[in-house]
């Protein structure tokens, strides 16, 4: 073992590099003086080891009890034997018979480096732990140097990482050696060591790198309120401004595409819509549709967050996107249902609508067929209703007289009666 003096020398080093309490390892280097002991003379010693904190001086003692008769000679003394030692020889009492440390002190020595370099290890791992735990969620680049079943292996320099299979894009190919940002989704202590999961695929990597490339929101000028992403296909992401002064889909794209070109150029071509943040349900949700122009939102149940959209013909494929993924994605983002609809289908509706309403009138036998279409475009298909109306409630509609009116109503009532 070390000299006095460098023992505590070496133990205060350990404590300003590695973190490790002086004490702890003391605890350690005592633990390897009583191991060693035993192993000389027995398990079931009763061994007592001290290092003094002054001088780095080692001090082990044989603890044994005075009895009359001695029958465990390790752990027992004879009252004349405790005599002779200058302790006390009352029975029951506990004499220390010293030791010279000399004997065991090496197979000690290497005991305490063993542990010590254990703790060292422990200690180091910890460190490591803590200050990835505090990277989770942020963007760090590595290198692929191995590729396990689809999972790829990178360093990170202090450590090492993986890139799971789930967390890649489908479309993304990458080959041992090449250079990798990914995201740090979980950090976790395993058997085996650290446990470092990254993430291509996540939301966190497209959040990252606006953060890195729009120093508005790096400044919380400009704040993500939401992204939703179907990675490799298309990510759909909600800003805001705090300041009336700056557009926040502007500062995000950056002038001629400077800032956002950067981000699909990481993402591999992954198609990104930047959607300003509204209040406004409909505006809200026809921003969400981008690329797609929309001709109208029609808010259909505010408690169940249904809504109705409307667009051109050639915009419904674009609106619903490929496999339905954009009208998904705008759904996801906004937390509405979106149910998209062309001009020409509307119309295919509302005519159909118009000839279901008209059906119904076949029973107003005395109508023509277009006074009946005139009633089922503006809802009057009721009877009951048609029969409690009055000649001003239907002079409103287009080419009703009051005489064609009194006709409706009357022709309502006869209908009821059969």
């Known amino acids: 073992m070390a000299e006095k003096g460098e023992l505590l020398m070496a133990l205060e080093q350990i404590e300003k ?75 029951g009492a506990e004499v220390k018979i010293y030791l010279d ?22 200690s180091e791992r910890d460190s490591l732990f803590e200050e990835m735990k505090e990277k989770v969620g942020q963007i760090t680049t590595g290198t692929i140097y191995r590729i396990a079943n689809k999972n790829l292996i990178v360093d990170l320099g202090k450590t090492e990482a993986i890139l799971p299979g789930s967390e890649q894009v489908f479309k993304e190919k990458f080959n041992e050696g090449q250079y990798i940002r990914a995201v740090i989704v979980k950090v976790e202590k395993s058997i085996k060591g650290l446990e470092i999961i990254l993430s291509r695929a996540s939301t966190e990597l497209v959040k990252r790198l606006f953060e890195l490339e729009v120093p508005e929101i790096y400044e919380k000028i400009v704040e993500i309120v939401n992204v939703v992403r179907d990675a490799g296909m298309r ?61 109208s939102v029609v808010i259909i149940s505010e408690e169940d967050k249904k809504a109705e959209v409307l667009v051109t013909d050639d915009m419904l494929s674009l609106a619903i996107g490929k496999n339905g993924h954009n009208v998904r994605l705008a759904a996801k983002l906004t937390g509405w249902r979106i149910d998209v609809k062309s001009e020409g289908q509307k119309k295919h509706e509302s005519e159909a609508k118009v000839e279901r309403q008209t059906e119904a009138l076949e029973k107003l036998e005395d109508l023509s067929e277009k006074t009946r279409k005139i009633l089922a475009k503006a809802g009057f298909t009721d009877m009951e209703k048609l029969a409690l109306l009055a000649v001003e409630d239907l002079i409103t509609l287009p080419c009703i007289g009051p005489k064609t009116a009194e006709k409706i109503i009357e022709s309502a009532k006869k209908s009821l009666r059969r």
Request: aromatic share 2%.
């Open 17 to 91: 590099d590695k973190k490790i309490r002086k004490e702890d390892i003391l605890t350690v280097i005592e633990n390897a003086l009583v191991s060693a002991y035993k192993k000389h003379v027995g398990r079931n010693v009763n061994v007592e080891a001290k290092v003094n904190t002054e001088t780095g001086e080692m001090v082990a003692s044989v603890i044994k009890v005075v009895v009359k008769d001695v029958t465990k000679p390790l752990v027992e003394i004879s009252v004349q034997d405790a005599k002779k030692l200058g302790q006390s020889s009352e029975i």
């Open 101 to 122: 440390t000399q004997d065991f002190s090496r197979i000690a020595a290497q005991t305490a480096k063993q542990v010590i370099v254990q703790k060292i290890r422990e």
């Open 235 to 295: 990510t759909k992401i909600v800003v805001s401004s705090n300041n009336p002064k700056v557009d926040p889909v502007g500062a995000c794209v950056g002038v001629r595409g400077a800032r956002i070109k950067p981000i699909i150029d990481e993402l591999r071509g992954e198609r990104i819509d930047l959607v300003s943040y509204s209040s406004d349900p409909a505006k809200y949700i026809a921003g969400a549709l981008s690329p797609a122009k929309t001709i």
